[in-house]
């Protein structure tokens, strides 16, 4: 590859990088996109190991009604890509309890109602005060052009919906757990379970102690587009890498990017297969990924870069376990979501809370016919891994998998008596195919605090270099950090 000049580079083929190298292309940009591995998605991608296909990381997706983001462009560019909707959407199981999520609202409703002592009159008051909050929120998601950076027109139509955003501003700053408070129901354990093991694939926290409109939002998560792509989610990153090439783009696969160096009139990209310039450079990957690419000492590094990093690293690491079984006779043919408490009054981490993927009958190739592949996820905190030698590492790692075997065992036993294939994962494995520094995962927790409204756009950290993903606003979910591409490339197409 000889060098050439592009009016942006790329770097990862994670959800942010593809929205932003779409967005680009669509706005007539020359675009080069560089990926590490030889297929897109990052952390929510579809790999094939043994025979076998796995979604990297257990997810649900959100944003494909066909007028949200990834709805409208499968609608819009011709996107080869089959969307299941599911319900219910998952299953939520502790040993006590059973609770199914379904597309339709009030069915879970009744369900929390129909526990013994259930405050009935609270639920229906704290939830109607949810509604406010995540339709206040959503609206904004599924129209990017009202996110930052904002022009007059956006301004405009957010000062006509100032009323909508009353109740989301009283709680600002505030955990979920005073809300909860507020209503008289911080006690009524079903409910909290619920948003416990919510809050922590979402929000990346316990509901007590999450930023109250973020989790508020969250709680609309399975009601607002959100479905199974058929064959796994890497379908949809390909078709989106597809629609990149087709639109004039370049998409360089096995393509690792080793440093970014300012130049005059932009940035050039040493990669694996060559170098490249560009007049704007868009990482797709975490702060002490930006770090490592910059190889600037500590003092020189933006002290907003610096601050995200710290942020970082009170985060998550994935501990996994890929499995495949026989489906269980008599069950349904569709795709499966499990969420598994074994304990409600513990820590819903370290193999106590998990999030199991089950592929559908549908999902041709990724089993052989009458299996499923399950992708078994739980989180670890990453500093309970940091600074340990190696061997240490791999103990604690071992133990949580014990656990979460346990865990399956006890509480998802159909699946545990036929499992044919077993792979497993931990921090050290994202680190090495994803290039995660410290194989963090979901980004920043979203814990209590105004600090979150900070920095409410895109975020460039010198220059003409850009960072999107799941470390910076809008933050968590795959539909968050493909938002923030749109917006960052908007921004350096009005540059």
Request: contains cysteine; hydrophobic residues 40%.
């Amino acid at each position: 590859m000889t060098s050439t000049w592009y009016d942006a580079v790329v770097v990862g083929a994670g959800f942010g990088g593809l929205a932003t190298a779409l967005e680009l292309t669509q706005r007539g940009a020359r675009v080069a996109l560089c990926e590490t591995l030889n297929y897109p998605g990052g952390c929510a991608s579809t790999f094939r190991r043994h025979g076998y296909s796995f979604e990297a990381g257990a997810t649900l997706f959100s944003g494909l009604d066909e007028q949200q983001l990834f709805g409208r462009w499968v609608r819009q560019l011709g996107l080869d890509v089959t969307v299941d909707w599911l319900d219910p959407l998952v299953e939520l199981r502790t040993p006590g309890m059973r609770l199914n999520v379904y597309r339709d609202r009030e069915r879970l409703l009744d369900q929390l109602r129909a526990f013994p002592d259930a405050p009935a009159d609270a639920l229906r008051d704290f939830f109607a005060l949810q509604q406010q909050v995540a339709g206040a929120l959503w609206s904004i998601l599924d129209d990017p052009t009202l996110l930052p950076p904002f022009d007059v027109n956006a301004l405009l139509r957010h000062a006509s919906r100032v009323m909508r955003y009353t109740p989301l501003m009283r709680w600002m700053g505030r955990p979920l757990g005073a809300v909860l408070e507020r209503y008289g129901l911080l006690r009524f354990t079903p409910l909290r379970t619920y948003l416990d093991a919510l809050c922590q694939i979402t929000v990346q926290c316990g509901a007590t102690e999450a930023e109250a409109p973020f989790a508020l939002g969250a709680m609309d998560y399975y009601w607002r587009g959100t479905g199974h792509v058929r064959g796994g989610i890497g379908q949809l990153a390909s078709a989106l890498a597809g629609a990149v090439t087709t639109g004039g783009g370049e998409v360089l696969y096995t393509n690792r990017v080793k440093s970014l160096e300012p130049v005059p009139g932009g940035w050039k990209v040493s990669a694996r297969r060559g170098e490249l310039l560009a007049r704007h450079v868009v990482a797709n990957v975490l702060p002490g990924g930006m770090t490592r690419l910059l190889g600037l000492p500590p003092e020189r590094l933006p002290s907003r870069l610096r601050e995200l990093s710290a942020r970082v690293e009170e985060g998550w690491g994935a501990v996994m376990l890929y499995l495949v079984a026989r489906a269980p006779e008599g069950h349904s043919p569709s795709a499966h979501h499990l969420e598994l408490v074994q304990n409600e009054q513990a820590p819903f981490v370290e193999g106590n809370h998990l999030f199991a993927s089950l592929s559908g009958e549908a999902d041709t190739g990724r089993a052989p016919p009458g299996h499923r592949t399950l992708t078994v996820s739980t989180h670890v905190p990453l500093r309970s891994l940091m600074g340990r030698p190696e061997e240490e590492q791999a103990r604690i790692v071992s133990t949580i998998q014990e656990r979460m075997r346990q865990g399956l065992r006890r509480l998802a036993p159909e699946w545990m008596e036929n499992v044919q294939h077993e792979m497993t994962a931990s921090p050290r494995t994202f680190e090495r195919f994803t290039q995660r520094e410290g194989g963090a995962v979901g980004g920043v927790p979203r814990r209590a605090g105004l600090y979150h409204y900070r920095t409410l756009g895109p975020k460039q950290v010198m220059k003409g270099l850009w960072l999107v993903g799941d470390s910076v606003f809008p933050g968590q979910s795959t539909l968050a950090t493909a938002l923030g591409g749109v917006r960052t490339a908007a921004c350096i197409a009005k540059g």
